[in-house]
């Protein structure tokens, strides 16, 4: 199994937002606004995230997440950016 180089990993665990998430984890009623400003910033980081997904030499990327609120979480709205940059080219 071929593994990650150090700069994708790197990119791929930025991506997790965590000042965003413990900013919205301290109020849920906050959730909307954290996926316009968590959007914002994946689009302003289009170009790397572009990079990173070029770099990666396998067909599946599987995210992994310890999430506690599958419904809203990061990982969703991450997922959605992913999939529409891969599939937008």
């Given at each position: 199994?071929?593994s990650a180089?150090?700069?994708?990993l790197?990119?791929?665990?930025?991506?997790?937002?965590?000042?965003l998430?413990?900013?919205?984890?301290?109020?849920y009623?906050?959730?909307?606004?954290?996926?316009?400003?968590?959007?914002?910033?994946?689009?302003?980081?289009?170009?790397?995230?572009?990079?990173?997904?070029?770099?990666?030499?396998?067909?599946?990327?599987?995210?992994?997440?310890?999430?506690?609120?599958?419904?809203?979480s990061?990982?969703?709205?991450?997922?959605?950016?992913?999939?529409?940059?891969?599939?937008?080219?």
């Open positions: 199994m071929e180089s150090p700069t994708c790197r990119v791929l665990r930025e991506l997790s937002a965590t000042g998430r413990k900013w919205c984890h301290a109020n009623s906050r959730y909307v606004e954290f996926v316009a400003k968590y959007q914002h910033e994946l689009e302003e980081r289009q170009a790397d995230i572009q990079q990173t997904i070029e770099s990666i030499t396998h067909q599946t990327m599987i995210l992994v997440t310890s999430i506690k609120d599958p419904v809203r990061y990982a969703i709205v991450l997922q959605k950016f992913l999939r529409n940059l891969i599939s937008n080219g």
